[in-house]
């Protein structure tokens, strides 16, 4: 079956330490993104990548770091630089950045204390 | 700057009723626009978008949407709502002028009693 991998599912760190977030797609789409998902606020997007070897800043990009060596796989890094990491985060694809809609993983729900 | 309201946190109904979830949006030009449902601890899953066209759009699992471009409204429907659709909703906007961002609404619990 296609669709989007994250893992793990639940994840613990001490602060200061750096943490990365899979993210696999079977998919075949162009374009991923991550979002981070806090209570009440709804989706706020951290980075997002159109292409392979390019990703570009969301709104709350600061703290995180993503790459983009492979079409099918798009891994976030929070960073100890990262001051409020807790939270869930969610990892999607689209076939395009127009009118295709977003595919979302099943989220990482990252817990840092 | 786009933006998407979603004016109620929550919304109750009772099983057979029907069910409504508000969206209004605001952009410059025309928008694409989007539900998505979320259930505890999953990722979100497309319901329906719309692009272009009669302005009814209708979707995944009975719901549909009416799209008011005079109200810059973007309602979910559903004629007679489930236990089993008590979830979380998001509507999302996307635009060319905003370079295709797509902006999510601050979502709406549904709560569906039998």
């Known amino acids: 079956d296609g669709g989007i991998t994250q893992s793990p599912k639940y994840l613990f760190r001490k602060e200061g330490q750096n943490v990365t977030l899979s993210c696999e797609q079977n998919l075949n789409h162009d374009a991923m993104y991550w979002y981070r998902q806090d209570p009440g606020q709804g989706l706020r997007l951290i980075y997002y990548s159109q292409i392979v070897n390019d990703f570009q800043k969301g709104d709350i990009a600061e703290g995180y770091s993503v790459s983009r060596e492979k079409k099918e796989s798009f891994p976030l890094t929070v960073t100890s630089a990262q001051k409020n990491p807790t939270a869930f985060y969610l990892c999607?694809?689209?076939?395009?950045?127009?009118?295709?809609?977003?595919?979302f993983g099943n989220g990482t729900r990252l817990t840092v204390t | 700057a786009q933006s998407v309201a979603q004016p109620e946190d929550q919304v109750n109904v009772a099983e057979g009723n029907p069910l409504t979830v508000k969206c209004t949006y605001s952009v410059s030009g025309n928008p694409y626009l989007f539900w998505y449902v979320q259930y505890p601890n999953r990722g979100l899953q497309f319901l329906l978008k719309y692009i272009t066209g009669d302005n009814l759009v209708k979707g995944s699992y009975g719901f549909e949407a009416e799209f008011n471009k005079s109200q810059t409204s973007f309602h979910l429907k559903k004629p007679s709502a489930l236990v089993s659709d008590s979830a979380l909703y998001f509507c999302a906007v996307r635009n060319k002028a905003a370079g295709n961002k797509l902006t999510f609404g601050g979502g709406t619990r549904v709560l569906v009693k039998p």
């Open positions: 999607a694809s689209s076939a395009d950045r127009g009118n295709s809609p977003l595919h």
